[in-house]
């Protein structure tokens, strides 16, 4: 795990679709078609988390998720953040509205 600079959040960022950086964390909020669409991503999410030991902070409200990435152990955003946003985007395309 590799704590990332400014330099490498903003480059990563640009691999990565509607993350914002702020307050030291990836941030974005994913958008679905309903409630049950927004658990239904979460339910595809924790598998890939627990793959990787990476977790996100999740906030739902109704359709809309908000994913906060941050590598806790490290007090900021490192490569395993940028891998995880990776896949959550892949599996948001599955069926975001
Ligand atoms: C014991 C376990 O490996 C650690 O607590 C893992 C779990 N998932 C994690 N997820 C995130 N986002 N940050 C961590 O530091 C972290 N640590």
Redesign the pocket.
Known sequence: MVKLNLKDIESSLNELKGWKFENDTLVKDFLFKDFSNSVKFLTMVQPVADSL????DVCIFYNKVRVT??????GGVTDLDVKLAKKLDELAKLFEY
């Open positions: 030991d990476h977790h996100p990435l941050t590598t806790h152990d490290e």
